[in-house]
């Protein structure tokens, strides 16, 4: 790289301190790096921060909504309302344990579901709500559990993108029924990969312990029985050390995010007004500066009005030292979805929110400078490609 050329900007990338670093080289010599006391001292960590509810670690944040599916006792010929602006893994395990997803179109504003659809949605097979707390701007949390009230269904909380979200200045997860989180490289708390689930009481948790286990329950030093069909689901002692270390950094993790995520709105507004693109019709996101933890900074790109597709967009972006993603793609226009009859049309928003979002980059580590060339960069190019 040359002196001239610009450091590449990820859309996003994962901090680890040093104290990180020795407390992982600490758990290695110890000899014990899978399931051990380093997860039983995250789990306890994790149960006081969601203000003393029982909570269960695994390898992924997959594998928390499954086990919450099994845990709420859904199965073969029930239903599950959920949301087509997702990453597939909500829908695919609704499909893994044998459930029907049920698509409810997103809220054009906040990308979520809309939860003044989902009554229309209910049928006499519906078990349960899946909303998915999209960039980590949570649903309104008292409309949902109300819905859930009304129809005796039950929540599984897909809020692997809200650690740290709040309602009502209530942590997601504090609260609620099963809330299913994930640590993931990209999550704004990381274990690289790894999840959680938050249960009610000890019944439901000794299940899902079992469940991540291969069904497995232990009677004294030598005994044990299988009595469920279980997975390999544990979370390791070297990702939960991380996860340790990285609770610590939290609240300074989420200050620097939010503070950039101002900046995008700042910046944006006056680069686009700068350029004479105010009409335009580049849409930002919901500014919540009290509820969401600022997950991800996502854009939709005014297609309609540009002579280039996203993929041009964000090629073009890239030639200019600058990462983006897309999060996410609509459920129902993948090739196994569509093969099971769901169609994308059915869900107009979230249609048009797949086909156009955009994910800018937005991690803790960022630069101040950072945002201004993300926004240069992105506004010339919108200009460059506007229709006449």
Known sequence: ??????????????????????????????????????????????????GGRPVRCFANGTATMKIALQVAGIGEGDEVITTPISWVATSNVILGVSAKPVFVDVD?????????????????????????????????????????????????????????????????GSFGDLVSFSFQANKNLTTIEGGCLVLNNAEETALAEKLRLQGLTRHGIDAMDVDVLGGKDNLTDVNAVIGLEQLK????????????????????????????????????????????????????????????????????????GIGTGVHYPIITGFTLYKNLGYKTADTPHAQRIGGSILTLPLFPAMKDEDIGRITKGLVGILKKYRKN
């Not at 050329?5 to 670093?21: D, K």
């Not at 504003?109 to 078990?127: C, G």
């Open 108 to 172: 054009p504003v906040t990308r979520n579901i809309d939860l003044n659809k989902v009554s229309a949605a209910i049928t006499s097979k519906t078990r349960a709500i899946m909303p998915v707390y999209l960039a980590g701007l949570p649903v309104n949390m008292d409309q949902l559990y109300a819905l859930a009230k009304q129809y005796k269904l039950r929540v599984i909380e897909d809020a692997a993108q809200a650690f740290g979200s709040q309602w009502n200045g209530k942590k997601i």
């Open 249 to 320: 950094q939290l609240p300074t993790y989420q200050t620097r995010r939010a503070a950039l995520a101002r900046q995008y709105f700042d910046v944006l507004r006056s680069e686009l007004h700068s350029s004479d693109l105010d009409a335009l019709g580049l849409e930002l996101p919901v500014e919540n500066f009290t509820e969401t933890n600022w997950h991800m900074f996502q854009v939709l790109l005014p297609l309609t009005q540009l002579s280039v597709d996203r993929a041009q967009v964000m090629n073009e972006l890239k030639e200019l």
């Open 1 to 50: 790289m040359s002196a001239s050329t610009p450091a590449f900007i990820p859309f996003t990338r994962p901090s680890f301190n040093q104290e990180t670093i020795d407390a992982v080289a600490e758990v290695l010599r110890s000899g014990w790096v899978t399931s051990g006391p380093k997860l039983a001292e995250f789990e306890a960590v994790l149960s006081n921060y969601f």
